[in-house]
């Protein structure tokens, strides 16, 4: 079964805009990741945040981190077209469990 | 230096036959592990291999297993295949474990059960 759920499932958004995605999870964790997939491929790992961090950055990402809420969010801001994508949020099973749990995915669609 | 590698990338099998998927990891990562990505269940974790060791198990039925050898490489095999087996198996490498640092995840492996 899925840990985290994401909300919005799928979101379209004209090329410019920020971006926006949710996703809540049930358990404690350790460390919370992002994961972008293009259609039908691999996944690409984004950012990292620990369970004693709120906020975390790199480029035009931008992740939060609410423990006491089990929520974070991702905001890609200035959306560009090669960001259309389906977005996952994973998270560990405490430590020394390398397993990852997956959650639903957001669908981004960058409109040019 | 090269990704994470799977091959094949398309595999069409029938049912009740068994496959085995190859998975060779980025150049010094001993951590691999395997996932299940279909429409209706999403990703969902296989197992996860460290030093040759199976580390962690996943919800998956015995007809599902794997290994890794000396070298890091990992294959993971089904046997008795069926039509719910139908999915893109992807392999994830890292140095030490992903939950602390990310996982480098190959393209996978797409199987068509018919």
């Known amino acids: 079964s899925q840990q985290g759920e994401e909300d919005p499932q799928a979101l379209s958004i004209q090329e410019g805009e920020n971006a926006t995605m949710n996703c809540s999870y049930k358990?404690?964790?350790?460390?919370l990741q992002w994961y972008r997939q293009n259609s039908g491929r691999g996944l690409v790992h984004l950012i990292l945040i620990r369970s004693n961090e709120r906020e975390k950055h790199s480029g035009r990402l931008r992740v939060t981190l609410d423990t006491s809420k089990k929520s974070s969010s991702l905001l890609i801001t200035a959306s560009r077209a090669a960001d259309t994508a389906s977005y996952f949020c994973?998270?560990?099973?405490?430590?020394?469990?390398?397993?990852?749990?997956f959650g639903t995915g957001t669908r981004l669609t960058i409109i040019p | 230096k090269a990704g994470v590698t799977q091959t094949p990338r398309y595999l069409i099998k029938t049912r009740g036959q068994q496959v085995t998927l190859s998975c060779s990891p980025i150049s010094g990562h001993r951590s691999v592990s395997w996932y299940q990505q279909t429409p209706g269940q999403g990703l969902q974790f296989l197992f996860e291999y460290f030093s040759e060791t199976q580390r962690n198990k996943g919800n998956f039925p015995g007809r599902f297993s794997g290994r890794q050898f000396s070298n890091s490489r990992s294959e993971m095999n089904v046997s008795t295949l069926e039509l719910g087996d139908s999915a893109l198996y992807l392999c994830?490498?890292?140095?030490?474990?992903?939950?602390?640092?990310?996982?480098?995840f190959g393209s996978g492996t797409r199987l068509t059960v018919v």
């Open positions: 994830a490498s890292s140095l030490w474990g992903g939950t602390n640092y990310g996982y480098t």
């Open positions: 358990t404690s964790i350790n460390n």
């Open positions: 994973a998270t560990d099973g405490g430590f020394g469990n390398e397993k990852l749990t």
